[in-house]
């Protein structure tokens, strides 16, 4: 197998031809290897990679689910592989390793995943950009000096640039899908508490932060969500699940359904024209399919409500970033954080128990308010993002200025705008790359559930893939293009 083909294929794709012994996972580590030295130094979307899962990979080592052997990311967040280090992006967390192993991770690993290094992430995740002090800029593979969106910019990048066909991805406020929407990708982010958090956390980010993959085929995104939805001891509740797999119910259209189009500004951003016409193009391809469509209106509070979230992620921060610190024997600084980091942190101390529980309430006003759309509609249709991936620099928290005060209309509000209702309301969202823009970058189409209902968010983007393939698309910084 040469490395074009090897970038052909999605990961189920691989693991058939492992499952065939038509290739073997060393093969195919060796081969993604390959690909990070052909494409990544410009692209800047692998941030370390492991010598024994590649040429001293052990084949026994690997579980037997459906995705065994296939080269696998994991994102630089949170502590997911015991003896791995996991640096957050950030120069204060040079150099730290995870004590446990997630309870993601094992399920990552029963899946048959070969995890063979870490993808680029900003610095605790809290911007919608994946560039960075710690490891430079993430470029969208469809041009050079793009953003690659944040912040799974790197695994978005990764898979988009053909170097692994799935990564791992975690969402707090659109971390999946804006990746997914400005690469070119697929990207899913379940339902709250679909995915477990456990052992060290019981739900990230207070249950808005979610962990899933980036995909370039909808069959994979829903076969390894059976493979990491399964619950975990001592998860804080456990949401129904359908009574077949995911994988298989991705296959079954569904019944009619109510669409709601939602074109709203809801945190003041324009919506690129170009954009806006993608969205209304799904909508009349539901409409052939039998779906009622409609224009619908949503209102989630505005930037009042963004400032309320703002409360809710950093309260505790300094006290978090605290435990890092000591943990590497460094400090909290300009020297070891971003400005705009190191300013939330300043802010961070500051949040009283009372500026979380207000903040707590005008989040539930905002959910129940949001909430009010699925009592008129079965599906959300609305673009991922208002406008499609630019250049760096326009969403970066080290740009002049960028504080704890400034930054939702700085560098948040309109990446956001449309994925962040999601995470409000736990409802699972997907982003589908159904149309292209007018200057060649990929238009990230979002469809959304009630909550639980990720086999129909599976089932609607299903059929798109086979309505508006997206296949063939290969963007220019791509494996295939320059091994």
């Not at 508490?193 to 052992?199: A, D, H, K, Q, T």
């Not at 009010?372 to 993002?385: I, Q």
Request: proline fraction near 6%.
């Amino acid at each position: 197998m040469n490395i074009a083909e090897y970038a052909s294929y999605d990961a189920l794709g691989l693991a058939g031809l492992v499952a065939r012994r038509d290739v073997t996972p060393k093969e195919l580590a060796a081969l993604a290897a390959r690909a990070i030295q052909a494409v990544d130094a410009e692209l800047k979307s692998v941030v370390e990679t492991y010598p024994d899962r590649i040429e001293d990979l052990d084949e026994d080592s690997l579980g037997q689910g459906p995705f065994r052997g296939v080269p696998f990311l994991i994102k630089d967040v949170f502590g997911h592989e015991k003896g791995r280090k996991m640096e957050f992006g950030s120069r204060l967390c040079r150099g730290m390793v995870s004590e446990v192993d997630s309870f993601v991770m094992t399920q990552f690993r029963a899946a048959g995943v070969n995890a063979l290094g870490r993808s680029a992430a900003f610095d605790f995740s809290m911007s919608a950009t994946t560039e960075s002090l710690m490891f430079g800029n993430t470029s969208n593979p469809w041009k050079a000096g793009c953003s690659a969106g944040g912040s799974s910019g790197g695994a978005a990048a990764a898979v988009a640039a053909g170097i692994v066909p799935i990564a791992h991805g975690s969402d707090i406020g659109g971390s999946i899908r804006i990746p997914a929407s400005w690469c070119g990708g697929v990207g899913l982010k379940p339902s709250r508490m679909r995915v477990s958090v456990g052992p060290t956390v019981e739900e990230g980010g207070f249950g808005y932060a979610m962990n899933h993959v980036q995909t370039k085929t909808v069959r994979d995104c829903a076969a390894m969500l059976d493979c990491i939805s399964n619950p975990q001891i001592g998860d804080p509740f456990v949401i129904p699940k359908p009574a077949e797999p995911y994988a298989i119910l991705a296959n079954r259209p569904p019944t009619q359904l109510r669409v709601g189009i939602v074109l709203s500004e809801l945190l003041g951003a324009r919506v690129d024209p170009e954009v806006a016409s993608a969205v209304i193009a799904v909508g009349r391809h539901f409409e052939a399919m039998g779906h009622v469509v409609e224009i619908a209106n949503v209102d989630m509070g505005g930037t009042e409500t963004m400032a309320a979230l703002q409360k809710i992620f950093f309260f505790g921060f300094k006290e978090r970033l605290g435990a890092y610190a000591a943990k590497t024997g460094l400090k909290p600084g300009l020297d070891t954080l971003e400005p705009a980091i190191f300013s939330v942190y300043e802010w961070a101390a500051s949040l009283t128990a009372g500026d979380f529980m207000g903040a707590w309430s005008r989040a539930n006003t905002a959910r129940r308010t949001l909430a009010r759309f699925w009592s008129a509609h079965d599906v959300w249709l609305s673009p991922t993002t208002a406008r499609v991936s630019e250049p760096w620099g326009q969403y970066n928290l080290a740009k002049p200025g960028v504080t704890a005060e400034n930054l939702i209309s700085a560098c948040w509000h309109e990446p956001v705008q449309f994925t962040i209702p999601h995470n409000i309301m736990g409802t699972p969202a997907i982003s589908l790359p159904l149309a292209q823009h007018s200057n060649g970058m990929p238009i990230g189409v979002q469809i959304a559930a009630p909550a639980a209902q990720d086999h129909v968010v599976l089932q609607l983007a299903r059929v798109l893939e086979q309505a508006i393939p997206w296949k063939d698309r290969v963007p220019p910084l791509h494996v295939s293009r320059v091994a």
